[in-house]
């Protein structure tokens, strides 16, 4: 079971099976205010600069970070490579687009965002390399959670040491869709995936469980089904703790999940 805990005032949600350093974050201990308080992490949301500057650094401070590298996030499925050259502080140049990082550099911090959409941090104990990765619904179907796995066995990560954490997002609960979602779930999971998927009430939708989708796609790349933590907490349900984008309807800051390779 995910837990919480409170360092430095932030309140942070951290796995059971993630022995490094790490973190998704919640909305609570950032100084931002209006629609975007208090722990804003989202530099494209419309805040001030200086109060997301100021959350970035209570968020360095209570994880001990000292390089921490972003990605342009753009809902697909690349995975890069990154090292302490690609650390930059808020608001710094970003030059590529990625949705997932992967590092084997001791101390190099890795951050994905979201708001709804699926967060998943990887670790290798053995090897010492990390990996985070942002999965949306074209993300998920687009298996971004086995390239991650793979952009980790191409640095010596054997899958089956692989230990990952699906964080909170929107659930089963609250993710209806229209037909292109389960479309898609079945074209990558094929009749297994229909176990993902629950008709709604509603003509023409239906009801998709991502975290599921996630996991079993891990599963599929070696991860064993016992190395994987999936957090029960549904972003939309909880609105109150997390930033959601489709109970907002955008009107929303980010949250980030964060791993420091070890």
Known sequence: MFREIEKDGLRLMTAPNISARHAFTTRFGGVSGGIWSSLNLGENRGDDPEAVRENYRRLK?????????????????????????????PYGPLPYEADGLVTDEAGLALIIFTADCIPILLHDPKGHIAAAAHAGWRGTVGNIAGAAVEAMASLGSAPADIRAAIGPGISYCCFETGPEVPEAVLAVLG???????????????????????????????????ENISVSEECTVCRHDKYWSHRYTKGERGSQASVIICD
């Open 61 to 89: 401070s209570a994880l001990g970070i000292k390089g921490l590298v972003f990605s342009k996030q753009v809902h697909k499925t690349r995975v890069r490579y990154v090292a302490g050259a690609d650390a930059r502080e």
């Open 191 to 225: 009749g297994d995936g229909e176990r993902f998927i629950k008709p709604s009430a509603n003509a023409g939708k239906a009801f998709v469980d991502l975290k599921g989708v996630n996991r079993e796609l891990l599963v599929r790349a070696g991860v064993p089904e």
